[in-house]
């Protein structure tokens, strides 16, 4: 990448997933950071986390892969943010701590990570829906959208019982890309009280009309809505729809942080300037790959080095 490439700011939660046994430095924001940084693209992640044993694994992790440190604040009395897993027969059972230091992410620090000597003013501004159950880093997250004039990209991201369904309806009003599973969409539709055709597929009309009701509900550029193994859907203001569809073999060690990756991508093909059907085709192909391998992000740095070199390979063919 190159080296006055504008930073993408990603506001959020770093955490860590406890297992019991073993601790796993995670949260959706924090795996895109870290994709992005794997990228070779400067990311100013925001965040909070606790001068504790977990607080220090994070910052392990951002100094391990070359993240910008100039927005990691740290808390004094609350812990860094902790979900707690538990696995049995039915699967997974995630129990997200409240009061966590990613809940008061200040905003003072955060202004002036965005200021700080040698940072150009943000490219694209990345958010989800998490850190803004706590009114102190929703509050923070309201004064970086004032100050920094850049796109705003929300992955929706919802967790149930964490964000009140207002707050997230006022997200996504400040956002400019919205992305959403399709199940996500549907919670939309509900919340907002706009209709959507029962029982039909966003990849048919009718239901893809009504996902553009919602754009212009909220005043979106444009609406991703990722749809796991069909692929993925962009449905832009302007009339433009776009279907990527997903890699034809795909080998599903878990799905942890497919998401992530995908936004990854998204956001990398914005900074790069790939033609929009590149971007999703890219971010698909690799949301599958993260499908295949253990864990949201893979810890070897060849493991994006060697995308990019295929990517790369592909523009030098065309």
């Known amino acids: 990448m190159t080296r006055d490439m504008q930073a993408i700011a990603v506001f959020g939660e770093a955490l860590v997933d406890d297992f019991g046994t073993t601790q796993v430095v995670g949260g959706a924001p924090f795996n895109v950071a870290r994709h992005l940084a794997g990228f070779g693209v400067p990311a100013l992640m925001i965040t909070r986390i606790g001068a504790d044993a977990n607080g220090a694994a994070v910052r392990a992790q951002f100094s391990r892969f070359g993240m910008l440190e100039a927005g990691l604040q740290t808390d004094p009395r609350r812990p860094t943010g902790r979900v707690v897993v538990e696995q049995d027969e039915h699967g997974h059972r995630f129990d997200i ?35 803004q159950r706590g009114d102190v880093s929703r509050a923070a997250l309201g004064s970086m959208i004032a100050a920094a004039a850049a796109p705003r990209y929300l992955d929706l991201n919802l967790r149930d019982g964490q964000v009140p369904a207002r707050h997230v309806l006022e997200a996504i009003g400040q956002a400019h890309i919205l992305k959403v599973n399709e199940e996500e969409l549907q919670w939309v539709h509900a919340a907002r009280g706009l209709p959507r055709p029962a029982g039909e ?29 069909r692929g993925a859907l962009w449905l832009g203001a302007d009339g433009t729809r776009l279907h990527a569809a997903a890699p034809d073999a795909i080998e599903i060690v878990d799905t942890v942080g497919a998401g992530d990756a995908f936004s990854a991508v998204f956001l990398l093909g914005d900074r790069l300037g790939w033609p929009l059907d590149t971007t999703l085709e890219r971010a698909n192909a690799f949301a599958a790959a993260i499908c295949g391998v253990r864990g949201a992000v893979p810890p070897d740095p060849a493991f994006h080095a060697g995308w990019l070199a295929r990517w790369q390979a592909r523009c030098r063919a065309y």
């Not at 809940?103 to 694209?124: N, Q, T, V």
């Not at 919602?214 to 979106?220: H, Q, R, V």
């Open 97 to 131: 701590l409240p009061d966590q230091a990613y809940d008061h992410i200040d905003a003072d620090e955060a202004l002036a990570a965005l200021a700080a000597p040698g940072m150009a003013a943000p490219g694209m501004l990345y958010f989800g829906t998490l850190a």
């Open 201 to 229: 597929d966003v990849l048919d009309a009718a239901a893809a009309a009504a996902a553009n009701a919602l754009i212009d509900a909220f005043g979106l550029r444009g609406m991703i809505v990722t749809l796991g193994p």
